[in-house]
């Protein structure tokens, strides 16, 4: 099917940048549930978590909570040994961040 080539260099062409961030934030959540991951840090990021997370509608904000937290989240995922999240962390850094 060459029309559902990803083009993410010009148009982000049949990526859902959305949803990449929605994985995130649920591989996240899966990890900080395990009270050895929680501190005030977490906590904050949690609090701060845009509303479409909840709601499903989708909105660009979800996205820059991800990325504008690449790095801390991946040390978590890194911490807790969780290979599915830091798949999905590098998936969404790479085609959308």
């Known amino acids: 099917m060459q029309d559902e080539k990803v083009d993410r260099y010009?148009?982000?062409q049949n990526i859902n940048c959305f949803e990449r961030a929605v994985e995130?934030?649920?591989?996240?959540?899966?990890?900080?549930?395990?009270?050895?991951?929680?501190n005030p840090f977490w906590q904050q990021f949690l609090d701060k978590t845009p509303p479409s997370f909840a709601s499903g509608e989708e909105d660009e904000d979800l996205l820059y909570h991800v990325c504008a937290n690449l790095f801390y989240l991946e040390e978590l995922f890194e911490a807790a040994e969780d290979e599915e999240g830091l798949a999905l962390l590098d998936?969404?850094?790479y085609d959308c961040c």
């Open 10 to 12: 010009v148009t982000f």
């Open 91 to 93: 998936t969404a850094e």
């Open 24 to 38: 995130v934030m649920r591989a996240a959540k899966r990890v900080l549930a395990d009270e050895r991951y929680q």
